[in-house]
């Protein structure tokens, strides 16, 4: 009898379960204001241009991403440069940091607890087993009601884990109350899959939705950053836009004329406007890296055009802005198969990995290329007309063509490809895409962050213009922690 009671309690619990679960409902907005909201401009304050402006990207790739995005940040706490007299940490000039998937993690958590970070984080996500907590929490009787419910799934479960666990249930309004240029503007990235097309946690992306996004959590724009498909559902997010909340903004406009040539443009404004569409109640978002797995899209737009709400282009017009760092963590791997050795087709198991991930490294290879060629085309640019002005010398009467370019510009990439030491790079590159690494693996990766960003030959010469006197530093992995990784292959 006690038996036959105890099933028909749990029935009992999940049925109960099943009619009350339901995804946290993004709230609606009744009026756009552009001075409220999580926006680059009510984030950070007008940029000082005797100090560089830099972008970190952070890419996707689990808990791999998560720390060698940490590395990075760590490194950029040690070194310092020059101004008026006093040492100044290049952390502190981070103005925005961009995040795919795993690099979220990283990048809310510095934004949100940033005097802590350093201490606070490895505990908190790189040596959380989050994977174990994940499946643990499917074989919880209150979740298998909650499952069921139509309006709740696996990637409702983990945002709720995140919440509580990593990020303290934090909002974007607890984000946007920090004091004023105190923390970088963060730039969570993920992938609105109806359209095929880069969807970010910014209020400007919410005003499209007519949706506040203040009183979302931060661990729903994580989550939705790190959804990675078929190990998650699509998270979903309501859209009031079919009640006109506000105008759109004028570039989406100029986007959608007859006369536009801009392909990418007329892309971009196709994809905001469908927003506004009545037959699109609902928003589906999965992994960032579906449609952008560097999260240099984002800047990349703000840096080459007019059309981002925090475009950069009008703050270099207007001289903010005299150097740009770019700084991008690529945590891409480069695994070896064996598949072509037999007539055996690889399972599906392979293939998934295959069709999720090759496009995710087609994508991040035009980004990089995107960036590195604009900045080569501007330097380009410069060096012509200092070139045509030397020549103008000889001529008396000629006056000096006007620089357009009076910035300077560099962009380093850091990526395992790129490790001296063939069996450590070996070893990063082999490392899965997970959230549970050991502490080998975490340590490997912090190391080699800050290695590669001292040895980029971009990253130096950019260091050099900002401070003459500044040299990096020798960063080397110990002897033990070498040995242990090479003795391993």
């Not at 004028?250 to 986007?255: A, N, Y």
């Not at 640019?381 to 200092?386: A, D, G, K, Q």
């Not at 971009?458 to 033990?480: C, H, Y």
């Amino acid at each position: 009898m006690s038996n036959r009671i105890r099933i028909i309690l749990i029935g009992f619990f999940v049925l109960v379960a099943a009619g009350c679960a339901h995804y946290p409902v993004n709230p609606e907005l009744n009026t756009v204001n552009p001075n409220e909201g999580y926006r680059y401009d009510l984030v950070r304050q007008e940029h000082n241009p005797e100090k560089p402006f830099i972008i970190l990207a952070f890419s996707g790739g689990g808990t791999r991403a998560a720390a060698f995005s940490f590395g990075l940040l760590q490194e950029l706490n040690l070194i310092s440069y020059t101004i008026d007299g006093q040492a100044r940490p290049l952390l502190d000039d981070v103005e925005i940091i961009s995040s795919v998937s795993g690099g979220s993690f990283t990048a809310a958590y510095y934004a949100l607890f940033r005097d802590r970070f350093f201490e606070d984080f490895p505990g908190k996500m790189l040596y959380r087993n989050i994977e174990k907590d994940l499946i643990l929490s499917l074989f919880n009787p209150y979740n298998w009601g909650r499952l069921a419910a139509p309006d709740f799934s696996r990637i409702d479960l983990a945002a709720e884990y995140y919440h509580k666990k990593i990020f303290q249930e934090q909002t974007f309004g607890d984000l946007l109350n920090r004091p004023r240029g105190s923390v970088p503007f963060l730039l969570l990235n993920a992938t609105d899959i109806s359209i095929a097309h880069r969807f970010e946690f910014t209020q400007d992306q919410f005003d499209l939705l007519c949706s506040d996004l203040n009183r979302v959590s931060i661990a729903r724009g994580v989550a939705a950053s790190s959804d990675f498909p078929v190990a998650f559902t699509p998270l979903t997010l309501n859209n009031y836009g079919i009640k006109n909340c506000g105008k759109l903004p004028d570039w989406i406009k100029k986007g959608l004329s007859d006369k536009q040539d801009n392909d990418r443009r007329k892309i971009d404004a196709k994809a905001a406007v469908s927003y506004r569409e009545k037959h699109r109640s609902y928003c589906h978002l999965l992994d960032g890296g579906l449609s952008d797995n560097l999260g240099l899209r984002g800047p990349y737009n703000a840096i080459t055009t007019t059309d981002a709400a925090w475009s950069l282009v009008t703050q270099e017009n207007l001289g903010h802005i005299k150097q740009l760092m770019v700084i991008a963590v690529n945590a891409k791997t480069s695994k070896k198969h064996k598949w072509d050795e037999t007539s055996k087709p690889p399972g599906i198991k392979d293939v998934l990995g295959v069709v999720t991930g090759g496009p995710m490294d087609d994508v991040s290879l035009d980004s990089v290329e995107m960036m590195r060629e604009h900045f080569e085309s501007m330097k380009q640019l410069s060096r012509t007309v200092n070139s045509c002005n030397k020549l103008l010398e000889d001529c008396p009467d000629s006056k000096p063509i006007p620089n357009p370019i009076s910035n300077s510009f560099s962009f380093t990439e850091l990526a395992f490809d790129y490790v001296k030491k063939p069996c450590i790079r070996r070893y990063l590159q082999l490392l899965p895409t997970s959230f549970n690494l050991d502490q080998t693996a975490i340590e490997a990766l912090t190391i080699a962050a800050a290695q590669l960003l001292n040895q980029s030959e971009e990253f130096i010469s950019g260091m050099k213009e900002l401070d003459p006197g500044w040299t990096p530093r020798t960063v080397v992995f110990p002897q033990d922690l070498e040995n242990k990784i090479c003795n391993r292959q």
